[in-house]
Nanobody, 127 residues
Framework: QVQLVESGGGLVQEGGSLRLSCAAS????????MGWFRQAPGKEREIVAA????????YYPDSVKGRFTISRDNAKITVFLQMSSLKPEDTAAYYC????????????????????WGQGIQVTVSS
């Protein structure tokens, strides 16, 4: 497994931008697909972005498509989530997650696919 630590959350006004970072340590980072999930109070955890180990494939649900961008730097063993045009409904705790895929460009999107999780970081969008 890998250890994951998120950073970059905080409070932002509606329409603003934030960039979340997730620093990984442990096993070979490049063998892991990465994802970002979020969970708002009283709601289920949902995926907001995922990226394959080499970065060639990504996934976004319709709710964030065109506003969020996931990227990764395997040399720095870090994954990023650039969020723009933020809305109050984006308010949630955001979690970084890693799925051991091996050298495949498969992009997992189910939370059960991910075996390693960060501790979460709060993002609050004010109206």
């Amino acid at each position: 497994q890998v250890q994951l630590v998120e950073s970059g959350g905080g409070l932002v006004q509606e329409g603003g931008s934030l960039r979340l970072s997730c620093a990984a340590s442990g096993r070979v980072f490049s063998m892991y697909a990465m994802g970002w999930f979020r969970q708002a109070p009283g709601k289920e955890r949902e995926i907001v972005a995922a990226i394959s180990w080499a970065g060639g494939n990504t996934y976004y649900p319709d709710s964030v498509k065109g506003r969020f961008t996931i990227s990764r730097d395997n040399a720095k063993i870090t994954v990023f989530l650039q969020m723009s045009s933020l809305k109050p409904e984006d308010t949630a705790a955001y979690y970084c997650a890693a799925a051991r895929i091996g050298y495949s460009e498969y992009v997992p999107i189910q939370s059960s696919d991910f075996g390693s999780w960060g501790q979460g970081i709060q993002v609050t969008v004010s109206s």
